[in-house]
C-alpha cells in the first residue's frame, strides 16, 4: 500500500540551528500539506502546496519558517533558526486534489526537540 | 470561524467495555465535512471515516460507529466491545467553506487507554 515517507523521523537539534524535514507524498497526489502538532494538541496547518504552488501559508511564521516543493513532487521544511517553541511534531499528508471531501493521507512525522 | 472541541482530554475503559469520544463543532457554513482519525503511538494519523452536513444517517462499520446531530452540532463517535488495540489519541475534524479548500480543523483530541 502506498505511504507518505516523512524523515527523519526524530530531529534533535539546539536553538538558533537551522533544521530542515523531507516529505514524499503518495504518487500521484497532487496536493501536499504540512501540519504541526504540539504535544497534547491537534495538527495545525501550516502550509499547503497544489503542485509546486503554495495555495495557503497563512499560518506558516514566515521570519523562520520556509518550505518548498519544486518539482510539484517532494517537499522540504526549513526552520531557521529553531527556537525552543518549535518543539513539536511535523506531520506531512498528501491527497489527490483539493476540495472539503477530500482524504488525507498522513505520513509517520518527525518530532522535533528543540534543547 | 471554525472550532471544534473534544471535551474528553482522556478516557480509560477496560476491554471489552463501550466507550464514547464526543466531538462539538462550530461553523458559520452551511457546507462542511466530518472527520474522525486515530492516532496510535506510531505517530500517523489514520482515516476513520467522513461525513458530510447533510447527511445525517448514522453508519455503524464494525465495532465502531458514527452519531452525527446538526441541532447540537455533534459528531460523537462510540467504539463498541473496546480492544486493548483500540488504545489511541483520536482526533475530530472539520472543514468548510468553498474558500478554505481542504483545510482540516482538528480538534484537541481524545486520549483512549483501553486496559486489558
Known amino acids: 500500500e502506498a505511504e507518505v515517507a516523512q524523515s527523519p523521523r526524530y530531529k534533535i537539534t539546539e536553538k538558533s540551528q537551522a533544521v530542515a524535514f523531507w516529505c514524499d507524498p503518495i504518487?500521484?497526489?497532487?496536493?501536499l500539506y504540512w501540519y504541526r502538532q504540539i504535544l497534547g494538541q491537534g495538527p495545525e496547518l501550516l502550509v499547503q502546496f497544489q503542485d509546486e504552488s503554495v495555495v495557503d501559508d497563512s499560518q506558516l511564521p514566515k521570519d523562520r519558517f520556509s518550505a518548498e516543493r519544486l518539482k510539484g513532487v517532494d517537499s522540504t521544511l526549513k526552520i531557521q533558526p529553531a527556537e525552543l517553541g518549535d518543539s513539536a511534531m511535523y506531520l506531512c499528508?498528501?491527497?489527490?486534489?483539493?476540495?472539503?471531501?477530500?482524504?488525507?493521507?498522513f505520513g509517520p512525522g518527525t518530532r522535533l526537540t528543540v534543547l | 470561524a471554525q472550532k471544534v472541541t473534544q471535551a474528553q482530554t482522556e478516557i480509560s475503559v477496560v476491554e471489552k467495555e463501550d466507550v464514547t469520544l464526543d466531538c462539538v463543532y462550530e461553523?458559520?457554513?452551511?457546507?462542511?465535512?466530518l472527520f474522525w482519525y486515530k492516532q496510535p503511538p506510531s505517530g500517523e494519523l489514520v482515516f476513520l471515516i467522513r461525513r458530510n452536513s447533510f447527511d445525517e444517517q448514522n453508519e455503524i462499520s464494525g465495532r465502531y460507529s458514527w452519531n452525527f446531530q446538526k441541532s447540537t452540532s455533534s459528531f460523537n463517535f462510540t467504539i463498541t466491545a473496546s480492544q486493548v488495540v483500540d488504545s489511541a489519541v483520536y482526533f475530530c475534524?472539520?472543514?468548510?467553506?468553498?474558500?478554505?479548500?481542504?483545510?482540516?480543523?482538528f480538534g484537541e483530541g481524545t486520549q483512549l487507554t483501553v486496559n486489558p
Open positions: 475534524a472539520l472543514s468548510s467553506g468553498e474558500t478554505s479548500g481542504s483545510r482540516l480543523t
Open positions: 499528508a498528501s491527497s489527490l486534489g483539493t476540495g472539503l471531501t477530500i482524504e488525507q493521507f
Open positions: 461553523t458559520r457554513d452551511t457546507t462542511y465535512y
Open positions: 504518487s500521484g497526489h497532487a496536493t
